[in-house]
Each structure stands twice: as structure tokens, then as C-alpha cells.
DNA sequence: CCATATTGAGCGAACGCTCGTTCAGTGTAA
DNA sequence: TTACACTGAACGAGCGTTCGCTCAATATGG
């Protein structure tokens, strides 16, 4: 009754964008325990409690869920991004914290599974790779303004070639944190390390 | 009649292990391709020229032919060990043609495209994953004497955790090589990025 | 040195299953 | 009454693996 003139959406749409997200969730864990082509449209179903027929009425293939599982990762890397938003800290504070807060994230293995399973599918289905490259220049261009940044007001190499590095720092964020899941290294030392290096390779000298 | 007395191999145990290579390399050929799980024993068995029945005479199952295209890896993998063992040249050049070649072989799309297969791979296949992390290991071993060369002749940072950074400087290849896969950049500006990130983070300063 | 027995590489049909996908039928909210 | 979320059986294709079989290369006994 209650707002289903002009806008809101009815009791019957928001049941079944409920249902869409659960076969979204349900999908994205079983990716994750059992790998993307381990994983039958039927386990997906069933976990999420529902049919293997109902499936097919939110999504058209398999691979569109795949899609969107793709896309819910943008919405992490979001976060990341407005972490390295235009702010008062020296460069060098904001690097640190990221490097901090990303490694963290990737040592969470159920976030680094996902990233692999995605690297891995990218490579031979193209919109998958199109979104995979996207996120990560998304995340390179705001890592490159903070760069930036750092150079402008001195405190890093004048030299610096911003986005390189940029896109540096996180292939060696992301190679440390997979060294850490089949290494089970602990994470701090992971994060130590890297900021460390980063640091040394960009202060000025 | 020349050396079926003896030692040497038949002429039919020579033919039999030509076979057996044979499949390898089919199989080798068909993951780059189209991915393990997307492979069947069929395509293995069509690119050899070979039989279905007769690629179970030559491996007891496809997670073994997995596990042998894994051991090829190791083979490559010593190429570079060599590279890095003890010799003349200062640490810097060494670490330098090291990076120049690793990267150069990661460019190549079929040897970065087994890696990240087998990358995928080790997460869920245990035997798998031990010889990743073994070949990684090797790797790892050798740079890192490298790096305790170049800190004892005073050429390198002092502080250097040696061990620490030589794993850091291989995750650094491996991701920028990933990323000229995708983004198809020019091999040289990879090589030229990561070695004038490298040498910055660990000269002396 | 020949005749014969033994081996195992090689074949391809067939097995039991699982896959992604479809669809006729049902129940219920609008 | 209409629209559609939902079900689960069914489909055809493909999977990894096994099977009974053939036949050339080898080992053995005379």
C-alpha cells in the first residue's frame, strides 16, 4: 500500500532484487572455495536456495554473473581510491596507509582468491578483461596524483615517473600479498617490507 | 643389434618416451591455449596425433600431465638460476640482466599465460602448489645472494634485507610482465620501469 | 637362427556423470 | 485476470576415465 503510486518499488520488485543478490552472493563464494569452472550453475543455485531455472530468470549465463562479480570488485577498489583522495598528509603518510590498507586487503584470502580467479579469466574472456584492466587504472590514476603530489611539494624524486611507479607499487602489493596466501607469511611483515622498499625507491637521493 | 645388450635404451623404450613428450607438449600447447579446465583429454590427445586410451598408457590422469607441464616450468626457471650464480660483474649489472631477461621471457605471452594458469592452479591443487612455491623458492635463493654480493662490496644499502627484497623484485616482474600482457606496452619501458624502480630502492643513499 | 610366448603401446567405443541451458507448468502478488 | 518469479525435469553436449581388443617389438626355449 504504501508506495506503490509514481517512484518506489513495489513488495514484488524488491523480492526479486533481493533474490538477484543472493544468487550474486551465493555465486561469489563458490567462486571462491571452488574456483570459477569447478563451479556449477546448480551449486550456485543451491546455495543460494533456489532453482537451477530461477537462476536463468536474473541472469542469462553463467558468465553474466561472472560479469557482475567483476564489477562488485570495483566497488572495493572504490574505497581504496577515496582513501587516496586529495587530502592534507604528506604524500609519502597517505602511500603508507594505503600500501597498509591494500595488503590488507589482499591477505584476506577470500579477496585474493577472487583476484586470481578474475586475473586468470581475463586473460581469454574480454569484458572480463576490460573491467579487470579499468579497476586497476582507476586505482593507478588516483595512486599517481598522490604521486604527484609528493614530487610537487619535494618530498619525493624529482625525477619520478608518477605513473609508472604508480603502477608499480601495485603489482608489488599485489605479488606480496599472493606470496603471503601460498607462503602464509604474516601480513605485517608483508606490509613492512613493501613499505620499505617503496619508500627507499622513492625518497630523494 | 648396437646397444640392446646392456644399458641403452630399445628402440621401442626410445619411441615410448618420444610419445610420452609428444603428449607433454600437446598438453602444453592446449593450457596456453584455452586453460586447463577448458582443455579435455581429447584436445590433448587430437593435437599429439595420439589416441584418447593411449595418453592414459603414457600418464594416469590429466592432473598429472598438469603436474609434469608444472615441472617443465622448473627447467626454464633454472635458465635464470645460472644467470644469477656467483661471477665477476658488479651486483647492479648482474640484477640488471637478470630483470632485463626475466622480463623478456614473462613478455612472451605463452610462457606469462602458463604462469598465471599454474598460479591459479596452485591455489586449490596442493602438489600443485608446492612446486610453485619451490620454483619460486630457487629463484628467490639466488637473487638473494646476489643482493648479499652487492652489500658486502658496499654497492648496495647496507640495511638491505636481502632475502625480504629479492622476493619483492620478482613480484615486481611478474606483475609489470602481467600488465604488458593485457595492456600490451612495449617490453623495453617494462624493463627500463621496474630496473629504475629497483636500482632506486636499493642503492645506497 | 628360427619359432613361439610375452609384453605393452596404441586404438576408439562406451561408461557414468556433470555441464550450461531450456521449458512447460504452478503459485502468487499486483 | 494478468504478469512473472519460481520450480525441477529434461536436453544434448562434453567431461575424465575404462574397457576389450589388436598388433608389432621384444624376450625366451629349442
Do not use: C, W
Not at 112 to 140: H, K
Amino acid at each position: 500500500m504504501s508506495d506503490s503510486r509514481s517512484e518506489g518499488p513495489t513488495r514484488r520488485e524488491a523480492a526479486t532484487a533481493r533474490r538477484r543478490e543472493q544468487i550474486l552472493e551465493a555465486a561469489l563464494a563458490r567462486f571462491v572455495e571452488n574456483g570459477y569452472h569447478q563451479t556449477g550453475v546448480r551449486d550456485i543455485a543451491e546455495r543460494a536456495g533456489v532453482s537451477v531455472g530461477n537462476v536463468y530468470n536474473h541472469f542469462p549465463s553463467k558468465h553474466h554473473i561472472l560479469v557482475e562479480v567483476a564489477e562488485l570488485e570495483r566497488i572495493e577498489f572504490d574505497r581504496f581510491r577515496r582513501l587516496l583522495a586529495p587530502s592534507d598528509p604528506p604524500a609519502s603518510e597517505t602511500l603508507h596507509r594505503f600500501v597498509s590498507e591494500y595488503v590488507t586487503f589482499l591477505a584476506t584470502p577470500e579477496n585474493l582468491i577472487l583476484a586470481i580467479e578474475l586475473t586468470s579469466e581475463a586473460i581469454r574472456q574480454p569484458d572480463i578483461g576490460e573491467l579487470f584492466v579499468a579497476n586497476r587504472e582507476g586505482l593507478a590514476a588516483s595512486l599517481t596524483s598522490v604521486l604527484e603530489r609528493g614530487v610537487e611539494t619535494g618530498e619525493l624524486r624529482a625525477d619520478l615517473d608518477a605513473s609508472g611507479t604508480a603502477r608499480l607499487i601495485l603489482e608489488l602489493v599485489e605479488g606480496a600479498a599472493y606470496r603471503s596466501l601460498l607462503g602464509d607469511n604474516p601480513v605485517q611483515r608483508i606490509i613492512d617490507d613493501v613499505s620499505g622498499f617503496v619508500s627507499a625507491a622513492l625518497r630523494k637521493g
